[in-house]
């Protein structure tokens, strides 16, 4: 066992670093305030390759591994946790299940621009009535000719409005499971501009106020019947597949923002004095940084492995990674409520004022235990693998 | 068209500096960088490239460690890495560093050679010059803009308040200012190709044309007495006037010093 990162990774690595900290960093306070998306930074991300690090050249991509797509999303998010879900929601759940389930022709097509940040990818499942029980879709698609015609709403899209290329869920269908009819559910390719395929509200968020959450909705949505992605029927199989990479890149944002949250803290407590000493020469300062630092870092640990393991399966198709993904997104989405939380209360009142970034990364912090799985789902996931 | 770029990897003063007992700079133990001048030189470089198809040929003369500059380099797009190291070559000053470059340069074709004006450690901004002068070539130093014009260069050439329109024919050497552009961002896929590519290493043996007596300590004349950090300026004073009892306040201040 061997815990150093190769030299590429450190390179890449400081690379992330600097670009987060000259590009993204700056931005940060006014994406938050306004809700803006950040449009030109997705723009420099993508001249710089950021937007398909994990997809192959042969596509377009950067054509590394995870753990390198994660320690992007990783040091974005430690300076804007807006500007890292861009990427993960981007990479993870639109480029990998087009990579993964598409066919030749579907990879041909769409990869290529999404992979050089040309055009930006969006995943839609989640529904009104179908959050953790994702089965409980209600978009349809028919059948009809040469086209499947949709019908529908998806709500909390990640990219929602910016995003050119969605991978969409629909039920095609009920069949017979173990004596009961069930949904059929399947995944399409939908394009932006496709008559019926429009835009509702867009969410007022606590946190990640930039990205762009929006409502959307498919009247008639006429797509191509070569559009479906993967087989008929397995799309709630892809979309569970597709969550449990996506959970890796979460839980990278996740460690990002706590890892923020600490490096703020421990520069502010040495700056800060009352009762005549820096607050850092208290010991119960001391004892709350070591705790932070301490969970950060085994946060870091899980995510990172759970990289290397989506990396082995990348390599040969077998390897499972569901439950080291799930584990990692859970530790570190609740290390990031927690070591932001414990960063506002070092900072006192000034921490609970915009003018100090923690109060942000706090509210940024929170979706993380919520989306791509909440941490109820992540146990679930966890002890299911225990008890079969 | 054969672009050679001239890079150095330099302490990143951000971090501090640090010193041997003996006074001279200790590298191990500092942070490095891409000479900010050399970057601007080599994004200038592979814009030629971008434009032109030029071939980008990058040299550094260095400690084996200084092989990371050149990996950076390759991440941007640079097509190829020559590092120059030997320990013969220890200790050189810019003659002898600008003659074991020429000895290397002189191995390879080029059309155009692209250093930094200066670099953030010895500030000299002699070595470019220098090596156009022992390659025989016509130099253009300070470029804050650079384009090409059949077999010639067209480069404008900062002054302290105007620039200077200089056409050269190629080959020729041209110095850059990290003013000249903004460097692009290594890729990531670029890093890992970097790192999978072979750097050509030269020592002494491969520089061509160059006498003993020209390199390293020996072939240096200049002896450095003594180096130092640069002695940070007082806190200064703020206050927070309206414009007008600023511009006032200002004055008096000068007065008293008798600035003015």
């Known amino acids: ?388 | 068209m054969k672009v050679v770029v001239c890079v150095k990897q330099v302490p990143d003063t951000k971090g501090g500096v640090k010193f041997n007992p003996d006074g001279t700079l200790d590298r191990a133990a500092m942070l490095t960088i891409m000479n900010p001048d050399d970057k601007a030189g080599l994004e200038a470089a592979l814009r030629l490239k971008d434009q032109y198809g030029a071939e980008v040929t990058v040299v550094t003369m260095g400690l084996p460690k200084a092989e990371e500059v050149l990996r950076e380099a390759l991440a941007m797009g640079a097509d190829k890495g020559i590092l120059v190291t030997d320990r013969v070559l220890g200790g050189a000053d810019t003659w002898a560093t600008s003659q074991t470059l020429a000895g290397a340069i002189r191995n390879l074709e080029y059309d155009l050679i692209i250093t930094g004006r200066q670099a953030i450690d010895g500030d000299t901004a002699q070595v470019g010059p220098q090596i156009s002068e022992h390659l025989g070539i016509p130099v253009i130093s300070y470029a804050q803009n650079i384009k090409i014009e059949g077999d010639s260069v067209i480069v404008e050439r900062q002054y302290d308040d105007r620039y200077h329109v200089l056409k050269a024919k190629m080959p020729c050497l041209i110095t850059a200012l990290a003013e000249l552009n903004e460097p692009r961002y290594m890729t990531p896929g670029g890093i890992f190709d970097a790192y999978k590519a072979e750097i050509t290493t030269w020592g002494r043996a491969d520089l061509k044309d160059v006498d003993d007596s020209n390199l390293g300590l020996k072939g240096s004349p200049t002896q450095i007495a003594r180096a130092s950090d640069k002695v940070r300026k007082g806190q200064g004073e703020k206050v927070n006037l309206d414009a007008a009892e600023s511009v006032d306040y200002i004055m008096n201040k000068l007065q008293e010093k008798h600035v003015i």
């Not at chain 1, 430690?78 to 579907?106: F, M, N, R, W």
């Not at chain 1, 009535?129 to 019908?151: F, I, P, R, S």
């Not at chain 1, 993904?325 to 506002?344: C, N, R, S």
């Not at chain 1, 509210?363 to 299911?384: F, H, L, N, P």
């Open chain 1, 1 to 388: 066992m061997d815990f150093t990162l190769s030299k590429e990774h450190e390179m890449a690595r400081s690379l992330f670093r600097e670009f987060a900290e000259k590009e993204v960093k700056p931005l940060a306070i006014e994406v938050d305030e306004t809700e803006e998306f950040p449009r030109e930074t997705v723009a420099k991300m993508a001249k710089a390759g950021f937007m398909g690090i994990p997809i192959p050249k042969e596509y377009g991509g950067q054509g590394c591994d995870v753990l390198t797509y994660a320690m992007c999303v990783e040091e974005l998010a430690k300076v804007c946790g807006t500007t890292a879900v861009i990427v993960s929601a981007h990479t993870s759940l639109c480029c990998d299940p087009i990579l993964t389930y598409g066919t030749e022709e579907q990879k041909q097509k769409y990869l290529p621009d999404l992979a050089s940040g040309k055009k930006i990818g969006a995943f839609g499942l989640t529904e009104p009535g179908a959050g953790t029980d994702a089965q409980g879709q209600q978009t349809k698609a028919v059948l009809e000719g040469d086209e499947w015609v949709l019908n529908g709403s998806k709500i909390f899209i990640t990219n929602g409005k910016e995003a050119d290329v969605y991978v969409i869920f629909a039920i095609t269908g009920m069949i017979e499971k173990r004596g009961r009819m069930t949904k059929e559910i399947s995944a399409f390719i939908v394009e932006k501009g496709t008559p019926g395929f429009s835009f509702g509200t867009k969410e007022k968020k606590m946190g990640i106020r930039g990205s762009s959450t929006y409502e959307l909705i498919f009247t008639d949505c006429r797509i191509p019947k070569e559009n479906m992605l993967g087989q008929q029927g397995k799309g709630f199989g892809i979309a569970m597949h597709t969550l449990d990479g996506g959970r890796i890149g979460i839980a990278a944002q996740a460690l990002g923002i706590g890892e923020g949250a600490l490096e703020r803290t421990i520069a502010y407590v040495q700056e800060r004095k009352q009762f005549g000493r820096a607050i850092g020469a208290f010991q119960n300062t001391q004892f709350q940084l070591a705790d932070m630092a301490t969970k950060a870092q085994a946060a870091q640990y899980m995510v990172y492995k759970a990289a290397c393991t989506k990396d082995q399966y990348t390599k040969d198709h077998k390897t499972s990674y569901n439950v080291e993904a799930a584990m990692a997104k859970l530790y570190a989405a609740e290390m990031a409520m927690e070591v932001t939380t414990k960063a506002v209360q070092l900072h006192g009142g000034y921490g609970y004022t915009r003018e100090y970034e923690v109060e942000r990364m706090m509210r940024d912090a929170k979706i993380t235990e919520i989306y791509e799985g909440t941490s109820e789902v992540q146990r679930m996931v966890i002890s299911a693998n225990l008890l079969k």
